[in-house]
């Protein structure tokens, strides 16, 4: 599956304004993913739009163990682990339910991205911290 990934990671559509976003925020703060995605296929993605270098971590799906991925709160609080950071000084953006989900079981304050028609009312019984339905509301933010 990881491979699968991969090739699919190099043809992948971004999302509208993401990469300025990417861009912008690593200049002031440490802009880090964690997907239930594999981490080659991640770091595939930002590689291809030459975003690697503005990625101060990547970590994704290391094995094929499914109760381990999002909504379960490993993969973020062993990046929290990894990179030595409290909760309290992080922000995660996600676009689905689990992302908000698996935030908060972490302590972690949650951004939920409602990319298609329907998801801000999807959003709403898991009470994320705020709720955006573009990266450009975000990149104004900075």
């Known amino acids: ?12 559509k ?3 304004y993401a990469h300025e976003l990417i861009r ?9 993913f964690a997907s ?13 739009h030459d975003l690697d270098r503005y990625a101060s971590g990547v ?3 290391s094995s094929h163990i ?9 993969l973020l609080e062993h990046t929290l682990s990894e990179l030595g950071l409290s909760p309290d000084q992080v922000v995660y953006i996600g676009d689905s339910t689990t992302d908000v989900m698996a935030a908060h079981a972490s302590g972690i304050r949650a951004i939920a991205y409602a990319n298609k028609p329907g998801k ?9 911290e705020a709720v955006v339905d573009s990266m450009s509301v975000l990149l104004r933010a900075l």
Do not use: I
């Open 59 to 61: 970590f994704g799906r």
């Open 66 to 74: 499914l109760s381990r991925l999002k909504p379960d709160r490993f």
């Open 120 to 128: 801000l009312a999807s959003f709403m019984p898991y009470e994320p």
């Open 36 to 48: 239930n995605n594999a981490t080659a296929a991640v770091k595939t993605y930002l590689a291809t």
């Open 14 to 16: 971004p999302t509208p």
């Open 24 to 32: 912008t925020a690593s200049k002031s703060r440490d802009v880090v």
């Open 1 to 12: 599956m990881s491979a699968l990934e991969v090739v699919a990671a190099r043809t992948a």
